[in-house]
Structure formats: C-alpha cells, structure tokens
C-alpha cells in the first residue's frame, strides 16, 4: 500500500479554522452578538480537524513524533470547533473555550520548543514550521482576551489576537500550499 500524505490539506484546512476563529473575533471586537454565519464552517472545520487529527494521532501514519507534533492538536483544534459550533447554535457564551484553548497552546508551545531541541524540523521547512507553532501557541494561550471589555480598550486586546490568529492561518497556508508544490512534484 502506498504512503498517502495528507498533511497538505490538513494544513489548509486548519488554516481555515484558524480564520473561522479570527473571523469570530474580529466580529466579536466589533460588537456583534449574532454570530449564526459561523456555525456551518466551524462546525465543518471542527469534524474534518478532529476526524483528520484522530486518524493521525491514533494509526501513526507519520514517522516518528510527528503524529504527536501535529495530530494531536489537530484533533484538540477539531473538538474545540465543534464544541464552538455547538454552543453558537445554542446562543451559548464560547468565551469558556478559551480556557481550554490555553492547555492547547503550552501543548503547541512544548511542541515548538521540540522541535527546535530535538531537530524535527530543519532547513529551509525550519523557519515556516517554526513560525506557525509559535504563532499558533501565542493565539491560543492568549485566547482568553476574549474576556477583555470590549466597550473600553479592551477592543485591542480582540485585534491583538485577531492579528495572531491571522498569522497562524497564513502560516499554516504557506506551508500547505507549498507542501502541495512539492508534493505535486515527486514522482507517483
């Protein structure tokens, strides 16, 4: 049987959460309190990371430490989607998501520090798959400036992590896109 790597439309597909998240927010800092347009792809989003994180984190199609590197937050992600999804649809405060949301980044934060110590990444993919973890622990353990009062300056603190998630979801989409290039260029 052939090795499949479908690390490329995880990649894009959590770069879609990751401005499902930001879109969240940004409407959030605006004062919005509808927000039943966000249902449908976080909950889409949510199934396809926690689906596509479950596999990845429990068959180990990759080498080594790379399902852990990136499966497990993945499915993490992927639960937190859905949860989110549920409670809009609810007109339930996500706001509590956040917390969780912490745990997950010192998980992305250990990752990306492994990374770096025990060279899981190296040369030109380094910086990329660096950037993303780092960026990506910062949005989630910043998350709870979702608590912030948004009628007062804490309208910052929301664009603040808009401005992380945004990043997260660029950087996952360089690497995507860029593994799918390269993937695209290897022979069958």
Do not use: C
């Not at 249902?39 to 396809?48: D, N, Q, S, Y």
Request: glycine share 8%.
């Amino acid at each position: 049987m052939a090795f499949v790597d479908s690390l490329t439309v995880m990649l894009l597909l959590t770069g879609f959460s990751a401005l499902t998240l930001a879109l969240y927010v940004f409407l959030a800092a605006r004062g919005k309190k509808d927000f039943n347009v966000l249902i449908a792809p976080a909950f889409i989003f949510g199934i396809f990371d926690a689906v596509s994180g479950f596999v990845m984190s429990f068959t180990w199609p990759l080498p080594g430490a790379y399902n852990m590197l990136f499966g497990d937050p993945l499915l993490a992600l992927g639960l937190l989607m859905i949860a989110g999804a549920y409670m809009l649809y609810k007109r339930m405060d996500v706001r509590i998501l956040s917390i969780f949301a912490v745990f997950l980044g010192v998980y992305i934060a250990i990752g990306a520090a492994s990374m770096s110590t025990f060279n899981l990444e190296s040369g030109s993919h380094f910086l990329s798959s660096f950037g993303f973890y780092v960026v990506s622990a910062s949005a989630a353990l910043f998350s709870p400036l979702v608590y912030a009062n948004v009628k007062r300056k804490g309208k910052y603190a929301y664009y603040f992590l808009f401005a992380l998630l945004i990043l997260s979801a660029f950087a996952a989409f360089f690497i995507g896109y860029t593994g799918l290039y390269s993937h695209l260029q290897s022979p069958p």
